[in-house]
Every structure is written in structure tokens, then in C-alpha cells.
């Protein structure tokens, strides 16, 4: 079960390569931004388009990835997740078209 879930490099286990978790953004049918984690981009796009995701894909369709976020492990995908879902939409869609958001003071 264990080899499941990791692939060992080497028969003592001492060097573990751990699955390779994505945070992901969906543009929906409705413009709305879904965000959500997966080791496989291309299997969970087809389970949301299937109706075999995540509910909020019940009543609105996913029309593309619009972002794609790896190289983490299971809990900093989560963390991640958890940090983007938090953005408000336009601090989503920064976060979408690369630029770097810079605050406005009145000050300078």
C-alpha cells in the first residue's frame, strides 16, 4: 500500500519521490473561477466535466484551466488552495495573468 502512494527509487526505501500534487483554477461557464488540488490535471478536468467532481460544477460547466500551480506535496497544495480561495476575483485573476499586484498609496 505504502508503494501506492510513493515510488521508491531504491530497494532499502531510503530515497522516496512523493506524488506530485497541482493547484488548480477553472474558468466556469458561468465566468465564475473554480480552484481546487489534483495529482492528475487532465483526469479531475474530465471528472468536473462529467458531473463527477466537485458539486459546484452541478448547474455550471468547466470551459478550461486557466491556471496551474505544481511541485507540491499533498498538504502545501491544500495550504495553497486554501490561500487562493481566499483571494478576492481580482486578485485571482492577477494571480492568473502572472503580474505581480502592486498597492497604490496616496502618499507617494
Known sequence: MYERFCHVTDPIHQTINP???????????DNSLYTGVTTDMERRFRQHAEGKGAKYFRGRQPVRVVYLEGAHSRSSAASREIRIKAMDR???????????AIPLSLNA
Open 90 to 100: 481580482t486578485e485571482k485573476l492577477v494571480l492568473i495573468s502572472g503580474r505581480t
Open 19 to 29: 506524488v506530485e500534487w497541482y493547484v488548480y483554477i477553472i474558468l466556469c461557464s
